[in-house]
């Protein structure tokens, strides 16, 4: 064991266990594998790097998982340090281009800058990840101005890209996401806008059709997973409850309480799918770490749908006796659903 | 007079569907004139959340083929709840998919009816129906020796117990769609061969023959 330093800690580590962090969060388990230090002692030295907010623990219900508190992967999934390099580097060469040749369109926007990596990543032969999130694709590493990195092998082809892609960019918040979502064909986040943009404008008016149409596609296209499949009963549950409100006239007053209950529920769906998109980049010793921090994120973002489920269900006023339509299809699903009565 | 309801006489009720017993329960349900609807609390605690828990699994079976052809009914975990005969409404509700004009109305009118059914059911529990003998007063003595000629089905069971315990509070009438195991027989040789049960037998009617 070495001597502790002057302020009491085992700073011969702290490198060590920082640049071991720099490939992704780990457990002391790991920390102690890699390094060939006692528990104890990595302990320790964790809990000095804790203290001087240089490291920030994840905490899962079975392990504790540390990770740098600077590490710029989103939810601080386990991507490699050249990922998150490779990706600083993509961000920095788009601002310092957009500075040079597009500033008449204004201050580079945070959510242009990540629009033009996710179109440079595809284009790019490089292994920067991109994968869905709350507002389409991302390459999902924070563009802090302060990050250190270096430049990758095929930095004259990301710059190259770069530049070509720029001029295709109107820098405007909305245009920006609805070209992302046509260019990329992403059916699934243009039904989540126009579920949005229909709960905007019937203020005033309540087109059941239409609103009952939009949530019953957003259905058909939400993901299906045999290992998460509450995902697609939560969604279908979600939807039950606004028919609910919709079959009861209750609607039109419960349209902020629709509205913040579908954002929650997006909340949990492109969590879904960003760990699901992920996953394919991150490297095999990782993985069960991977799926800690996994499972932590959307056992959370499940149990605040489930909330919000059972809240809009409360809301249902059912004072009067509501009536199904009569329309032949209609009947004939409720005479298949309501077959075999006596046997119940 | 006092009707102590099967289940199956709340599910023609929602059905909606045009049927003969729907307009049967339609028109008795709407009939308040001296009539007092009973249910007991082992078909609204215990039956009815079941049943819609497998509706519900049921349509999303369906929405799941109806996105992916391949998709084989009861192969997720949810889909492990399904009975044999819940497997075939879904089959026969996704060949209903293809005669309607678009899966997105498809999905609609599925929905619509599904969460509509639900929603009836909740409105006739509050607004027509009394609820009586809580599931811990059932008589186990009771229950078993019913369920003895009720090949195995302890649903049933509960529900006919409760009835007959009800009537011994006061006079009802049991009523039910379901003529193969709701039969007086079954209830003469569950009752009268049991000397220690002190119960009268209700009468038991038909909704198909009211």
């Known amino acids: 064991m070495k001597k502790k330093d002057g302020g009491g800690s085992y700073s011969i580590y702290f490198d060590k266990i920082k640049n071991f962090l720099e490939e992704g969060p780990a457990s002391i388990n790991d920390i102690c594998k890699e390094l060939k230090i006692s528990w104890a002692t990595a302990k320790s030295v964790i809990e000095e790097l804790k203290e001087k907010e240089e490291l920030k623990e994840i905490v899962t219900s079975k392990i504790r998982i540390f990770k740098l508190a600077n590490d710029p992967a989103f939810y601080g999934v386990p991507l490699t340090k050249k990922q998150k390099n490779d990706a600083l580097f993509l961000f920095d060469v788009i601002k310092k281009e957009w500075k040079s040749q597009e500033k008449d369109k204004g201050p580079l926007l945070a959510t242009t800058l990540q629009k033009i990596a996710v179109d440079v990543a595809k284009k790019c032969d490089c292994d920067i990840p991109v994968v869905s999130f709350h507002y389409g694709l991302v390459v999902p590493v924070v563009a802090s101005p302060y990050a250190n990195f270096s430049k990758p092998t095929n930095h004259k082809q990301i710059t190259k890209v770069v530049i070509e892609i720029l001029p295709s960019h109107p820098n405007k918040y909305h245009k920006e996401i609805e070209k992302q979502y046509s260019d990329y064909r992403l059916e699934l986040f243009i039904a989540k806008q126009n579920i949005l943009s229909l709960l905007k404008q019937c203020n005033g008016k309540f087109e059941k059709e239409e609103i009952k149409d939009s949530f019953s596609k957003f259905l058909l296209l939400c993901p299906t997973d045999s290992k998460e499949t509450r995902l697609f009963s939560l969604c279908s549950d979600f939807i039950d409850k606004v028919y609910g409100l919709v079959l009861t006239e209750n609607f039109q007053n419960k349209l902020e309480d629709i509205k913040e209950g579908f954002n929650i529920l997006w909340d949990y769906v492109t969590t879904y799918l960003f760990f699901k998109e992920i996953a394919p980049y991150v490297r095999k010793g990782k993985q069960e770490i991977f799926e800690y921090i996994k499972s932590l994120q959307l056992l959370s973002k499940k149990s605040n749908v489930e909330e919000r489920i059972n809240y809009l269900d409360s809301l249902v006023d059912l004072t009067k006796e509501i009536q199904l339509p009569m329309d032949d299809e209609s009947v004939m699903i409720r005479k298949i659903l309501s077959e075999g009565a006596e046997e119940e | ?210």
């Open chain 2, 1 to 210: 007079m006092r009707w102590f309801l099967d289940m199956c006489i709340i599910l023609y009720y929602v059905a909606q569907d045009n049927s003969y017993f729907y307009k049967k329960s339609f028109e008795l349900l709407n009939q308040n004139k001296g009539n007092i609807f009973l249910v007991c609390f082992y078909i609204i605690d215990k039956d009815i959340p079941k049943y819609l828990k497998r509706q519900r699994i049921i349509i999303d079976e369906v929405l799941k083929k109806v996105r992916d052809e391949n998709y084989i009914f009861g192969s997720s975990d949810d889909g492990s709840f399904l009975y044999d005969r819940d497997k075939q409404k879904a089959e026969k509700l996704y060949l209903q998919s293809k005669s309607v004009k678009d899966k997105i109305t498809f999905i609609n009118k599925v929905k619509e009816s599904q969460k509509g059914q639900e929603l009836l059911i909740e409105y006739l529990l509050k607004t027509k129906i009394e609820k009586v003998i809580p599931i811990g007063e059932i008589d186990q003595k009771l229950r078993s020796a019913i369920f003895t000629y009720l090949e195995g089905n302890i649903s049933d069971a509960n529900i006919l117990a409760s009835g007959v315990q009800e009537h011994k509070n006061k006079e009802l009438v049991l009523l039910t769609g379901d003529k193969n195991h709701w039969t007086k027989d079954n209830l003469q040789w569950a009752i009268e061969n049991n000397s220690e049960l002190d119960y009268e037998i209700p009468l038991i009617k038909y909704i198909q023959n009211i």
